[in-house]
């Protein structure tokens, strides 16, 4: 869909149960990697360390563009962080765009209406798989509970995912330090508590500004942009659909989760008709308890309901996940026997996601 006069954008509000469809406001921004002018984050990403041959070497946590305890930041006299001038900034954007052509930068965002189905976990060790794939990962957490944030603290950059839904923030400022850095990194744009404050905002107005943000981070030479998103369809969620080329979702194999699905179906379908290029990658089994008889039936039952939806790497209920995110990496990273089946579980479904996306290895 082309772009359409803000005036009349569609300005509803997402209901408890379905998002609203119709147009949204017309995209703004220039190809600098900026938005508009205006203020900035308070912090930016400090030096990375190295990752050998594109991969996560055994027992390091905080790889790519990390921000570690000493990290220099550049701030100008009242606090924000400056637009320091550098030719390699200034033409990262240029050559990668040069090298992938018209495809740029992939976004998928991860949902479901409902929690504790395992959304950050998935997010998080995709992530980690891109990393060691040697992509450039921007990665937006967009839920208030900031878990994901919390697991990836050490590539945190200091621009919060509030900032992504204003009119003038300046990406390109905010994420300087970043931008020197050439290889594999992830960026973490931290949940906030401001974030809850967007339900209070028009909804065309919320999705036009994060789409706009969406595409200027795209212009800064970032491969991969990855959402983590709030177990609830609201204005973030819907905006985050709007911006994106794909969507999965981790679903329990329990009956309130099936539940719930039906609704990220139909909020889904309805946002199609916003964004028609969005595709969804289909339903994560995710959390599944081998041992439990009722887990066997309703995976048996989802498939035969959504035979076409069902990625067919299902990640199994494992406490070594956990004790991964509590650690800040990835679940290949525990010494633990269980830990191993955990990663290939993890390995299979990545490797899906990315074929779909058509992200190289």
């Keep these: 869909m082309g772009a359409v006069n803000e005036e009349a954008a569609y300005r509803g509000r997402v209901s408890g149960r379905v998002i609203g469809a119709g147009c949204w406001a017309s995209d703004r921004g220039d190809s600098a990697g900026r938005v508009s002018s205006g203020a900035s984050a308070s912090g930016v990403c400090g030096s990375p360390e190295s990752v050998q041959g594109g ?34 900034r200034e033409k990262m954007g240029e050559r990668v765009r040069q090298e992938k052509g018209s495809q740029g930068m992939k976004t998928a965002v991860v949902a479901n209406q409902k929690g504790g189905v395992g ?25 208030p509970q900031e878990n994901a944030s919390d697991s990836l603290e050490s590539f945190a950059c200091g621009l919060t995912a509030s900032a992504l839904f204003n009119a003038d923030v300046d990406l390109r400022g905010a994420l300087g330090a970043a931008l020197e850095q050439d290889g594999p990194c992830i960026v ?54 709007y911006a994106s080329d794909y969507v999965l979702s981790p679903i329990e194999p329990e009956r309130y989760s099936i539940k719930g699905i039906k609704k990220m179906n139909a909020a889904i379908a309805n946002i199609r008709k916003a964004n028609p290029g969005l595709k969804f990658l289909g339903m994560v089994p995710s959390m599944v308890d081998g041992r439990n008889p009722r887990h066997k039936q309703h995976l048996d039952e989802l498939k035969a309901a959504y035979p076409q939806l069902m990625i067919p790497a299902p990640i199994g209920l494992r406490g070594s996940i956990a004790d991964a995110l509590a650690m800040g990496v990835p679940v290949w990273q525990i010494k633990k026997t269980a830990a191993r089946v955990a990663a290939k579980e993890v390995r299979a479904l990545a490797q899906y996601v990315y074929e779909k996306m058509e992200i190289a290895q």
Aim: glycine share 8%; charged share 20%.
């Design 188 to 241: 973490l744009i931290a949940a906030d508590p401001a974030l809850a404050n967007l339900e209070k905002k028009e909804l065309g107005e919320v999705g036009a500004n994060f789409k706009n943000s969406i595409k200027a981070l795209a212009e800064l030479g970032f491969d991969l942009c990855l959402i983590d998103t709030a177990p609830t369809i609201g204005n973030a969620l819907a905006a985050a659909l």
């Design 55 to 88: 991969s996560l070497a055994s027992g390091q946590s905080g790889l790519g563009c990390a921000r570690s305890a000493g990290a220099p930041r550049v701030r100008t006299a009242d606090g924000a962080a400056t637009q320091a001038p550098s030719l390699h």
């Design 119 to 143: 959304k950050t976990a998935t997010s998080i060790h995709l992530a980690f798989d891109a990393l060691e794939r040697g992509k450039r990962l921007v990665f937006i957490d967009l839920d």
